[in-house]
């Protein structure tokens, strides 16, 4: 065994049963074993190479942030408050152009507050792959959505050239000129998607290109969709803020007149209809759509056939002032829901506690325990990982807490942040109190 690790209390991933007196022996990246109600009498000592008792703490799968743009970091705080979308977007499209070494700190400050806050896994967007060895280094686990944008053949190649330079190679499409010698090295933990940016931006050919090719290996695939009412007038007739700013950037709009649908039901119904199951029993949690803000027409009924994963991020979300986000529809209709932080370019931190917290502010009466799924075991399913994953995190249980009760614990928690003591990812300790 790699760890045995004693805790007053341990959130079963599966059940969601809060156990007592629990010991957790760790090994090759999954929970092993564990031991409930103080069967070791002898202690921690002899079970594994490292021990760590760390008394009255409750052990909580680790956060999953399920939607970032660690390339973003940079701009925390940076850009000024109360843009309309369409002003957001074009200082972020500025911003993306400061020198590489900002850019890459601003990465290395976004994983420290990753592991800080106990987040083990993100599901990040990323432009050039540039946060692999950041989120390598600091032990967290990462799938990197490289974003495509633009010409399909060239956004695919381009994607290519990335996953050559920065992952282990798949030799066989992408031919021996990989160099087997030049391969680069394979990055624990560290795996990449794909993401055609959102249906305003990107065509279908793009998406299919991307979402083909991220069902065929397995992967996820995920993309903004249905962010703004001015996303929808653009999907639906080509008119309004959006028409102006693509305009703006040189994109050639004469003779489009908008798909005459909503985004959503755009998507899963048309373009990426010839590679999603319909009926519950075949999900499609590797699809992960970002914000759905704003469903109408037919979207809940085509969420409800195909049950992709759909990710709010709440802080953001009020950053911008939109409408209250669906959540009751959302629980209603099955599909796998998420929490993410967004970029630092629209929030100010990257704690999930601080997501949950929003989140309930936002809908007090949402159960605290659903919540956490959210922000945990549902985002393991995004992207793919196994239940036993020893992906932990461990805190300080809040004062005030009696009753074994996991929603009396929540309650406690929301808004008053508790202290992590240690956070495991793949097994393996990535942050400790000191
Ligand atoms: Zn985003």
New binding site residues.
């Given amino acids: 065994m790699d760890y045995a690790v004693r805790v007053s209390h341990y959130l079963d991933p599966v059940t969601f049963e809060l156990s007592r007196d629990v010991i957790l022996l760790l090994a090759g990246g999954h929970v092993a074993e564990v031991i409930t109600g103080g069967e070791v009498s002898g202690g921690l000592d002899g079970l594994a190479k490292q021990t760590l008792d760390l008394g009255d703490a409750v052990c909580l799968p680790g956060f999953v942030n399920a939607?970032a743009?660690l390339d973003l970091s940079h701009l925390h705080r940076q850009v000024p408050r109360g843009l309309a979308f369409t002003d957001w977007a074009r200082a972020i499209i500025s911003g993306r152009q400061l020198p590489e070494p900002i850019i890459q700190a601003g990465i290395d400050d976004a994983c420290r507050m990753l592991a800080a806050t106990g987040t083990t896994a993100v599901l990040d967007?990323s432009v050039g792959g540039d946060s692999a060895p950041a989120l390598a280094r600091h032990g967290i686990r990462g799938v990197l959505a490289l974003e495509v944008l633009g010409e399909p053949g060239r956004a695919m190649q381009r994607c290519d050239e990335i996953i050559r330079a920065r992952f282990e190679l798949d030799i066989e499409r992408l031919g021996s000129d990989a160099g087997m010698a030049a391969a680069p090295t394979a990055l624990a933990g560290i795996d990449y998607g794909y993401s055609p940016h959102a249906p305003y931006s990107t065509g279908a050919e793009l998406y299919q290109l991307a979402y083909g090719r991220a069902f065929g290996e397995g992967r996820v695939c995920t993309t903004?969709v249905a962010e703004t009412r001015d996303e929808l007038q653009f999907v639906l007739d080509g008119s309004g803020p959006f028409h102006d700013m693509l305009s703006s950037l040189g994109v050639d709009l004469s003779s489009f007149a908008g798909y005459g649908e909503t985004p959503i039901t755009l998507l899963l119904r048309d373009w990426l209809g010839p590679w999603l199951p319909a009926g519950a029993q075949r999900a499609a949690p590797l699809l992960v759509l970002?914000h759905c803000n704003y469903p109408s027409g037919e979207d809940l009924q085509w969420i409800e056939r195909t049950q992709p994963t759909i990710c709010w991020?709440p802080r953001s979300h009020a950053y911008f002032g939109h409408e209250p986000w669906p959540l009751r529809e959302y629980f209603d209709s099955g599909a796998n829901l998420v929490l993410g932080t967004?970029?630092l370019a629209s929030n100010d931190g990257l704690d999930m506690w601080g997501e949950i917290t929003a989140a309930a502010l936002a809908h007090p009466d949402a159960p605290r325990t659903e919540l956490l799924r959210m922000a945990t075991v549902n985002g393991r399913r995004a992207l793919g990982l196994a239940d036993d994953v020893a992906d932990l995190a461990i805190w300080e249980l809040p004062t005030g807490f009696q009753k074994p009760e996991l929603e009396q614990l929540l309650n406690l928690c929301v808004g008053n942040h508790p202290r992590l003591l240690a956070s495991f990812s793949q097994g393996q300790l990535t942050a400790r109190a000191i």
Avoid: F, R, W
Wanted: one cysteine or more; aromatic letters at 0%; charged letters at 10%.
């Fill in positions: 939607h743009h967007i903004h970002v991020c967004d970029s």
